[in-house]
């Protein structure tokens, strides 16, 4: 039995696993359990796997790889079209054992645990900034429960929580009052918890070149840096700066034929945390247009004058998308152009 090609559909417990020789004929058809996985593959020799792009992908693409062989990772999008009617272990394991063989199926990099590990701080990070906001609106509406209003914004969700806490003249009854400051407790805690993610974020960003080349684009700061470098371990599978903002969902989704291009709005497919974090960093710098004076300034403030400001702004992440991957292809830092 000489395998050339295996598919392996991974799973919490029970894995399975579909090979093919040379000539495409099936020779394996099994079941394992976890952890008994990296036995069978030690046995056998060296191979082309694929498997489903997943949360413990890369773990396992690591560890397959250290057995001598070649890994490839597949987004579960792409395998979806080789599956034969019904959806089963089975089916998953041939239709990746199938798509990994194309020659023009697109891959993901394996990413390392270092690049992994600065990842989680994101996943962390954005985890408790949501939580944050909870605790923020739920302060905001028990307080107007009993008729104290206060302006958007957490600042000014701070400035209430700290007159109660200083007994100022609010008028919340003393069960009411302990609740809130439970919540404002709370609130510290993630305060506390963020900062520290950050400083391991900037402690990270220091050492890494790439991240450090990444934020000298405008629009571009610490968090959108470190991101953009951990999440793109090898922007050579893009073939342009539009694949890459295409895998942002940056690009306009399309719905054309009989040569009539139809264009919409953008797919909002892919990375959806890195394309909010791009929106954002466009948002200041539409805001900033005024005072710049380079050519990407003059572009913007001419977008200002015929478009919304929100295409406008979706139009410069698109712009910072491509210019980032030109940079991690080249290894350069950023150099604004200068006004014509």
């Not at 957490?154 to 209430?160: N, R, T």
């Not at 990444?214 to 953009?228: D, H, Q």
């Not at 004076?293 to 403030?301: H, K, P, Q």
Request: aromatic residues 4%; charged residues 25%; proline residues 4%.
């Amino acid at each position: 039995m000489q395998i050339t090609t295996l598919g392996i559909d991974l799973a919490k417990s029970v894995f399975q696993l579909h090979g093919v020789d040379a000539d495409g004929a099936v020779v394996l058809q099994k079941k394992l359990r976890r952890g008994a996985v990296l036995d069978f593959l030690g046995k056998l020799e060296p191979c082309l796997i694929g498997m489903e792009a997943c949360a413990t992908s890369h773990s396992w693409a690591r560890e397959t790889a250290a057995l001598g062989h070649e890994v490839r990772l597949i987004p579960p999008a792409y395998v979806k079209p080789y599956v034969k009617r019904q959806k089963n272990d089975a089916a998953d394991a041939e239709a990746i054992c199938e798509a990994v063989t194309r020659p023009n199926m697109r891959f993901v990099p394996v990413k390392s645990k270092e690049q992994q590990s600065v990842l989680v701080l994101h996943r962390s990070r954005d985890l408790l900034m949501r939580q944050r906001t909870m605790i923020l609106n739920a302060i905001r509406a028990h307080l107007a429960e009993f008729g104290i209003i206060t302006a958007q914004g957490p600042c000014k969700v701070v400035e209430l929580v700290t007159r109660l806490r200083d007994g100022d003249d609010l008028d919340v009854p003393d069960l009411a009052r302990s609740a809130l400051m439970a919540l404002a407790a709370q609130l510290d805690s993630i305060a506390n918890q963020v900062r520290s993610i950050e400083r391991h974020l900037k402690a990270w960003h220091r050492e890494s070149a790439t991240s450090q080349r990444l934020e000298t684009i405008p629009g571009v700061g610490l968090i959108t840096a470190t991101a953009l470098a951990a999440s793109v371990p090898d922007p050579s599978v893009f073939k342009s700066g539009r694949q890459f903002a295409a895998w942002l969902g940056l690009v306009p989704r399309q719905n054309s034929s009989g040569g009539k291009e139809r264009l919409g709005r953008i797919s909002k497919m892919g990375n959806g945390y890195l394309r909010r974090l791009l929106v954002i960093g466009a948002t200041s710098v539409s805001r900033r247009a005024g005072t710049n004076d380079s050519r990407t300034g003059l572009w913007v403030r001419s977008l200002l004058e015929r478009k919304p400001a929100r295409l406008v702004t979706v139009a410069i992440a698109n712009k910072t998308a491509r210019t980032a991957w030109a940079m991690l292809i080249r290894g350069e830092s950023y150099s604004a152009a200068a006004r014509a």
